[in-house]
């Protein structure tokens, strides 16, 4: 079971006033790109940041991880996911689709045609419903994950998700207990354009630092991962492996 939907399991059996400091290090005071203030952690730690910190703990635990991290083929899925993570924001943030275009429509019954000068709504929904999915993929996929460093790129992630969360709702879009991402595409097309290109659009939008942040954890995976040879010796990340030298020896 995916340690995101397991924390009811784990949340009375272990010391909340556990140092957690590690998994923060380098973080600044908050601000709106998901800073963080370990004398503020208290007030948050029954939310998303602290569920996954728990979900880390809980199970280094139980199943007293590795030191290798993650295998190769959670390594795989972590990266997949965060690419299409990062392809999915860039293409939210693209100008070209915060643009009026030249929309045409037909009437059915005429048959005649008129064009009018619009946002493509239609495209702005597919973006945005890829944008979720993907972020739920890589939820999906960090949860089950033995790195800490990918864990700690996704306790920020999470909470940038979170900082934004009452202007995502304006636009329909919901977070979930999970932590992943529900569209409700008649809510998101009867939003303000305004709204929606500044959660999505520009350098500093939340699908930026969402692309930012889907390549931090995509590296946290490979550099953190380790790969046994046959003869017991391992290579520190797989990055550096060939497909075909991993076939051979592991």
């Not at 999915?88 to 070209?96: E, K, M, T, V």
Request: glycine share 6%; with cysteine.
């Amino acid at each position: 079971m995916s340690r995101i939907n397991d924390f009811s399991n784990y949340s009375n059996k272990y010391n909340t006033n556990q140092d957690y400091s590690f998994l923060f290090g380098g973080a600044q005071t908050p601000t709106t790109s998901g800073g963080f203030n370990l004398n503020d952690y208290a007030s948050i730690k029954n939310g998303s940041y602290g569920k996954l910190l728990k979900a880390y703990y809980a199970r280094q635990n139980a199943d007293k991880i590795s030191a290798t991290g993650d295998s190769k083929q959670k390594v795989s899925l972590i990266k997949n996911s965060s690419e299409q993570l990062k392809k999915a924001s860039d293409a939210l943030n693209c100008d070209s689709l915060w643009e009026k275009k030249k929309i045409q429509t037909k009437d059915e019954k005429t048959g005649e045609v008129t064009e009018t000068e619009d946002y493509d709504w239609k495209a702005i929904t597919k973006a945005v419903n890829s944008f979720a999915e993907s972020y739920n993929d890589v939820i999906e996929e960090v949860g089950e994950s033995d790195s800490k460093n990918v864990l700690r790129n996704s306790v920020y992630m999470t909470g940038i998700m979170k900082s934004n969360e009452k202007l995502l709702a304006k636009a329909g879009i919901k977070i979930g207990k999970d932590n992943k991402l529900e569209v409700d595409e008649e809510q998101l097309k009867k939003t303000d354009i305004s709204t929606l290109k500044t959660l999505f659009s520009g350098h500093n939008s939340l699908a930026s630092k969402m692309s930012q942040k889907a390549s931090s954890i995509g590296n946290a995976a490979v550099s953190g991962a380790s790969v046994y040879t046959k003869d017991g010796t391992y290579l520190d990340t797989l990055s550096s492996l060939s497909s075909s030298k991993v076939d051979k020896e592991v």
